[in-house]
């Protein structure tokens, strides 16, 4: 029997997943402690000096967390997956293992309001400086490109307006600089696009949204696509260099294709410390059986909802890369043929004041700091997500004064479009 | 043999057939890859033979080091090459010599030599390069699993339980004696007939 690859349903179901050989649980168990007992005296050596496979401490790794890690590493394509507390957390991470005091990474300005902040505010204080490029601009990419550039992140569909990135035009970027290209695939999730087949070299996910789906527990992943040869002109002392913390341990030259995910294991997550609970784990494992099938009901609830705002006299304009109409629509039948994704916005004729009375007058769509839940959810991103912005970054960003945020959920699609057409109408 | 992509019934059969290996460029220096390997390899039943002049009279794990494969004095299955790519073709040519010869030649991750593959393939032996038995090894028993690694391996089945066929621990710590208070009160009114 030769290598059958199996189907992306199939995955999300079984990778990474075996019955517990303790007990013959199918479900797997959630493994919910701190630590684990060594055989003896000799194994603990060896698992704290990474000669064996196994299990430590839950802060470093555990079992539950693993069958997560993975099932994304293989519904992504990747070689390894690190699971972590957050988005955000998967991102200090990732970053850290790239970049030295002083060293630069480029991003794409169209990100998560969160995401620009942490870039802008929290890294600067640890010597990280983001450069900003236009993800509409491949060229802005190419002139922001310095000796110091350690790494360029962009989100594969962009916050807040759903715009779909040129994952391939600026992977060939990041080729030409030397350089991993880290896409952060939370909105799409590996259903709808797989970065690693455009050229990523990382992703990254905030697990809270779509992958979970049910709105109940957070966390955040790191994928190493393992096509990154880290040894090229020495510009990654953590995974080239021998590392003190392991007696001079070389991570790449030790771990070959996956180095990357064990470098953000051993040296991001074991000192930095922002470690996923195993029962956060279970509940997003669980969710991630359903994801084929929540995907496909997102994104077909999401395009009869646009189709209707669209054709709605309150509405000013809607930004949904799958309707034929859109900017973005070319770049979605490329890299998301199977749907755009269920977050959008769309802007009201009546401005601010016509965003802040929708988002009152809304009766099943949930005015809340979230996408990609069960649950339709609604913001007004200028008051919230992206209100650190000044006037220009909103508006450079997707997130004008005049723009609402929808995630659009699972329920029946009649009811959204009603719901939305009765708060439209008061 | 396409030695850019190994279909994994070809990385299973070699591991599956071979006992003894013989690691060329072994380091009894525990921070090395070739430690890890040869440590993980005997822990997994593999008869392990540390090839290395450098450390002749010294021993790795119990095993004494030989200085080339002809002093191993005995058959081998595989040569592990844990060397770079420009130190391959003479271990393959010193492999050849031997009598039997080794039915594998496996070149360590990150190396590669595709004239001396190609050598060892036509006196029909099997080739692995660039690739480690130690993380290949864990990946098809998806014990590489734990380290969150992507097996690319599914299965329904449940695996072995540990104790099967094994003689259980009897000593574990009793507390307060054999049977509970309780018990023994009735076991006690029970012989004593009112």
Known sequence: MTDRLPGFSTLAVHAGAQPDPTTGARVTPIYQTTSFVFNDADHAASLFGLQAFGNIYTRIGNPTTAVLEERIAALEGGTAALAVASGHAAQVVVLQQLLMPGDEFIAARKLYGGSINQFTHAFKSFGWNVAWADPDDIASFERAVTPRTKGIFIESIANPAGSITDIEAIAEVARKAGVPLIVDNTLATPYLIRPIDHGADIVVHSLTKFLGGHGNSLGGIIVDAGTFDWSKDNKYPMLNEPRPEYHGIRIQETFGNFAFAIACRVLGLRDLGPALSPFNAFMILTGIETLPLRMQKHCENAKAVAEFLAGHPAVASVNYSGLASDKYNKLARKYAPKGAGAVFTFSLRGGYDAGVSLVSNLQLFSHLANVGDTRSLVIHPASTTHSQLDDEAKVRSGAAPDVVRLSIGIEDKEDLIADLEQALSV | ?194
């Not at chain 2, 290996?21 to 997994?44: E, T």
């Not at chain 2, 594998?104 to 480690?132: F, P, S, T």
Request: charged share 20%.
């Open chain 2, 1 to 194: 043999m396409n030695h850019d992509n190994y279909d994994d019934n070809y990385i299973r059969s070699i591991l599956n057939g071979v006992k003894s290996i013989a690691m060329v460029g072994a380091s009894p220096v525990n921070v090395r890859p070739s430690y890890f390997a040869f440590k993980y390899l005997a822990q997994r039943g593999y008869d392990m033979i540390p090839v290395n002049p450098g450390h002749v009279g010294k021993s790795l794990l119990g095993k004494p080091f030989v200085a080339s494969l002809w002093d191993i004095g005995r058959p081998v299955d595989m040569i592990d090459i844990f060397r770079n790519s420009s130190h391959i073709m003479p271990v393959v040519d010193e492999a050849l010599t031997l009598s039997p010869p080794p039915k594998v030649i496996w070149m360590q991750l990150g190396a590669r030599d595709d004239a001396a593959a190609e050598k060892a393939e036509a006196a029909g032996l099997k080739v692995v390069m660039n690739r480690c038995p130690k993380i290949e090894y864990g990946r098809l028993s998806s014990e590489i699993s734990w380290m969150g690694v992507n097996s690319r391996t599914l299965s329904s089945k449940r695996a072995p339980i540990p104790t099967q066929g094994m003689r259980l621990s009897l000593n574990r710590m009793s507390v307060g004696g054999g049977a509970t208070a309780a018990s023994d009160r009735a076991a006690k009114n029970k012989s004593e007939p009112t």
